[in-house]
């Protein structure tokens, strides 16, 4: 299943995708939840699929604004350097646990609403993720019984402003300026991805392919990141967990390719969609 936020005539809802049309959830499932994250709270995604059974859709994705497909996690994670020619265009040496770093909800914007690049710095770079949804929270979590906490996989571009991410050893501020990470289009089940480590994952600027690699390629898979992050702190429903870029971004190429007002940028990773969002210059909006 294939499950989305949005806006529509001014008013937040989330609902499942089917046919290039939303069947709206929004009011359907027991209780009514307010958002995605709070169904996957409730656990009412399998209520969902059977709402979803033999309807028809509502109206169209063209009919609203997409939003993140989780709107509101109270814990975005995210992963560095995890695939090794992403580590070793950086010059970093291996580690034996993963670097993690946080990201706020109000930085992110959904599939195709822009991207922002502000005025402090001219180094806007794209970095294509896979995203990672929990389902069942919980505190140390086994590797074994990760997968199973898992709510759904997304698209995620971790949009970094280079020079305010390296003022110090610490990420955070290169990480959090608003409008600059993307999450979306959609937040598909566990059930339609199958094995994700099959997965493919690519950027492309303007058309031009610009990171390729596959799931499979993570140095830290994600039975592993569930694992150790939830060994510092409680995992929750609807907490994104991003899990690292591969090689190729724009930074370490020579020259380097930054992202300015015009451009639009792609990350596609196969079943799970493809986020496109336009870069905009903060005076643009």
Same mark, same amino acid.
């Given at each position: 299943m294939k499950l989305m936020s949005f806006l529509r005539l001014g008013r937040p809802g989330f609902g499942a995708v089917v046919d290039h049309g939303i069947i709206d959830l929004t009011a359907m499932l027991p209780g009514q939840p307010r958002c995605l994250r709070t169904a996957i709270a409730h %656990?009412? #995604? !399998?209520?969902?699929?059977?709402?979803?059974?033999?309807?028809? &859709?509502?109206? +169209?994705?063209?009919?609203?604004? $997409? #939003?993140?497909?989780?709107?509101d996690p109270s814990k975005i994670l995210c992963v560095g350097l995890n695939y090794a020619k992403h580590q070793a265009e950086t010059g970093r040496p291996d580690v034996d646990h993963p670097t993690i770093f946080t990201r706020f909800a109000d930085s992110q914007v959904g599939h195709l609403q822009p991207m922002i690049k502000p005025?402090?710095?001219?180094? $806007?770079?794209?970095?294509?993720? #896979? !995203?990672?949804?929990? *389902?069942? %929270?919980?505190?140390?979590?086994?590797?074994?019984?990760? #997968? +199973?906490?898992? !709510? *759904?996989?997304?698209?995620?571009?971790?949009? +970094?402003?280079?020079?305010?991410?390296?003022?110090?050893?610490? $990420?955070? &501020? %290169?990480?959090?300026?608003? %409008?600059? *990470? !993307?999450? *979306?289009p959609y937040l598909v089940t566990p059930d339609e991805v199958g094995d994700y480590r099959k997965l493919p994952i690519e950027s492309r600027l303007n058309g031009e392919v610009m990171q390729k690699a596959t799931l499979a390629d993570l140095i830290f898979p994600i039975p592993r990141l569930l694992s150790y992050i939830s060994e510092f702190t409680a995992l929750s429903s609807g907490d994104v967990i991003v899990t690292g870029t591969p090689g190729g971004v724009g930074d370490r190429r020579e020259p380097p390719v930054y992202m300015v007002p015009g451009d639009v940028i792609e990350v596609d990773i196969g079943i799970v969609g493809t986020l496109v969002n336009p870069i905009v210059s903060v005076a643009n909006i």
């Open positions: %656990g009412q #995604l !399998a209520s969902a699929m059977d709402c979803v059974e033999g309807r028809a &859709p509502e109206f +169209s994705t063209a009919d609203v604004t $997409f #939003l993140p497909p989780i709107t005025d402090q710095s001219v180094r $806007f770079d794209y970095e294509a993720e #896979l !995203a990672v949804v929990i *389902g069942q %929270g919980g505190r140390f979590i086994s590797e074994d019984d990760a #997968l +199973s906490h898992v !709510a *759904g996989y997304a698209c995620y571009n971790d949009g +970094s402003i280079r020079d305010w991410q390296r003022h110090t050893s610490q $990420f955070t &501020p %290169g990480k959090n300026f608003p %409008g600059t *990470g !993307a999450f *979306g």
